[in-house]
């Protein structure tokens, strides 16, 4: 069974940078790769940052490209998000996800497991 638990968020001006963190435990050995996504009220859930360990790879919306960094430390079972110079579009609840197919993470239909989520607020 897959468990992601997120952390990091928070509130910051526009131009600020925070790092999300999300702990995962994989007892059974699914994970084929892992991502971040956001959600805004009223809007539909989108993939933010995806890796994959093939290779390994990243993979960036086009809003977040050049802000956004994705990393993993497999050592600490932790997959990272580090977001600079934040604008205020950047606003919503942000997921951790994990997939079970080797390039899955980006896309929300092929979303096995889920964190809770934490809120990142950017405003003045």
């Known amino acids: 069974q897959v468990q992601l638990v997120e952390s990091g968020g928070g509130s910051v001006q526009p131009g600020g940078s925070l790092r999300l963190s999300c702990v995962f435990t994989?007892?059974?050995?699914?994970?084929?790769?892992m991502g971040w996504f956001r959600q805004a009220p009223g809007k539909k859930r989108e993939g933010v940052a995806a890796?994959?360990?093939?290779?390994?790879?990243?993979y960036y919306a086009d809003s977040v490209k050049g802000r956004f960094t994705i990393s993993i430390d497999n050592a600490k079972n932790t997959l990272y998000l580090q977001m600079n110079s934040l604008k205020p579009e950047d606003t919503a609840m942000y997921y951790c996800?994990?997939?079970?197919?080797?390039?899955?993470?980006?896309?929300?239909?092929?979303?096995?497991?889920w964190g809770q989520g934490t809120q990142v607020t950017v405003s003045s």
């Open positions: 994989d007892a059974t050995g699914k994970i084929g790769s």
């Open positions: 996800a994990a997939s079970e197919t080797p390039y899955g993470a980006f896309k929300v239909e092929y979303i096995n497991a």
């Open positions: 890796y994959y360990p093939i290779g390994p790879q990243t």
